[in-house]
């Protein structure tokens, strides 16, 4: 059993009189369509997960060592596709499903796990705006994505001070149409504008939105290159990153510090982008670089030794998502499905994420909060965390 799921406490009057054959996990995921990139490397987190689950007995029920059935379907990065996949899920009896790749499908497949009571572990999803519905059934392992945009704000900040970014510094900032982006956008607004030192330091200079999987960003760089910006802040998914810094570089643009929110050093990313990717900064929710604890760098070597190549946060939160499914299966003694839920809202257990440690706070509607780190794509193809020192 993975290390940290077996833990002797279960919730009283929960455990069911017979052990469950099984535990069922399930998850619709974009595995082709604009997010299959990413929807992959999330399955190879869940895979992972439940892969090595097994190979140490499964989930200890009720004195029993019950093994674990994982069903990925692929939701081909539509919403309407994945809240259909997710009903299908549900009425083939899985007793928790793990959650799609980013927020806009995430809304989608959480609302249906609402509606039939079924605890959704969102690994993804990363929007506040997802934990404001008033769901009594979503836990997201991702901290929002405007601790996001204040952790790049804070490195720049300190940048700005050992005078490696003009005082003031022009800012530009895209954002994809999504509640992902607004509520970056936001954040940097909000860091820029706090104190008067601070909106004598940033200028706002363009702020604009984009629509997701875009093939055209054209029109909107010509309109940064009169922009005369210093500092140019993106939020956009994966394929988009890879198109827009694409045709940045043919047009010979060229800023102080660029960064693509989350995105930066994905090995796609770098294939396809090649030296124009150096020096892109992002921030996000895991590094292989934190592999400082022995829960972490178990999970890196696993990876490794399964995969032949270095996991990124995305299949960290993955493999993590599968850990929270399944110490909450252990905690409730049973796979009710309300007692799995009560066993989620109560869970602190130790995490590979910044921090250590991971709760999904009520006050937060069950988002995990913690903080993110800044890493910076290098010429060598790594892609170290400069922020916060670790």
């Known amino acids: 059993m993975i290390r940290g799921i077996l833990i002797a406490a279960t919730f009283a009057g929960a455990v069911q009189a017979a052990p469950p054959r099984e535990v069922k996990l399930g998850a619709a995921l974009p595995l082709s369509g604009p997010e299959s990139k990413s929807g992959g490397r999330l399955r190879d987190g869940y895979e992972l997960g439940v892969d090595l689950a097994n190979q140490q007995g499964g989930v200890e029920i009720a004195g029993a060592h019950v093994p674990v059935k994982l069903t990925l379907v ?5 919403g309407a596709t ?31 796990s609402e509606k039939f009571h079924v605890p959704y572990v969102a690994a993804t999803g990363a929007s506040k ?33 050992n005078g490696k970014l003009p005082t003031p510094a022009r800012v530009a900032i895209l954002w ?8 970056y956008a936001e954040a940097v607004k909000d860091f820029t504008g706090k104190t008067p030192r601070r909106r004598a330091a940033w200028q706002i200079v363009m702020d604009e939105s984009f629509d997701l999987n875009s093939k055209d960003f054209k029109p909107v760089l010509e309109r940064l290159k009169g922009m005369n910006a210093d500092v140019v802040l993106v939020d956009a998914h994966l394929p988009d990153y890879i198109t827009m810094h694409g045709q940045y570089a043919k047009m010979g643009l060229c800023h102080k510090l660029i960064s693509y929110g989350a995105r930066g050093p994905e090995r796609e990313a770098r294939e396809q982008l090649k030296a124009s990717a150096d020096y892109v900064t992002s921030a996000v929710w895991w590094s292989d670089e934190m592999a400082h604890n022995a829960r972490t760098a178990e999970f890196v070597k696993r990876f490794n030794d399964r995969y032949k190549r270095s996991p990124d946060w995305y299949e960290a939160l993955g493999y993590e998502a599968v ?18 839920r ?14 250590g440690f ?6 937060y509607g069950g988002q995990a909060q913690y903080l993110f780190v800044v890493q910076q794509n ?4 790594s892609a170290p965390v400069i922020y916060p020192r670790i």
């Open 323 to 340: 850990r929270v499914a399944l110490d909450a299966v252990h905690r409730a003694g049973t796979t009710d499905r309300a007692a799995v």
């Open 74 to 78: 692929d939701d081909k990065s539509d």
């Open 358 to 363: 991971l709760a999904f706070p009520d006050q």
């Open 129 to 161: 705006a997802l934990y404001q519905r008033g769901f009594k059934h979503l836990f997201g392992l991702q901290s929002p994505v405007e601790q996001l945009g204040n952790a790049l704000m804070r490195w720049a900040e300190e940048e700005q001070q």
């Open 176 to 183: 994809e149409k999504t509640s992902h982006g607004k509520e």
């Open 82 to 112: 994945d809240e259909r996949a997710v009903e299908d899920l549900v009425n083939q009896g899985t007793d928790l499903v793990l959650g799609t790749f980013g927020s806009s499908l995430v809304e989608k497949g959480s609302a249906v």
């Open 342 to 355: 009560t066993a989620l809202t109560q869970l602190k257990m130790e995490s590979l994420l910044p921090g």
């Open 378 to 381: 290098l010429p060598d193809g």
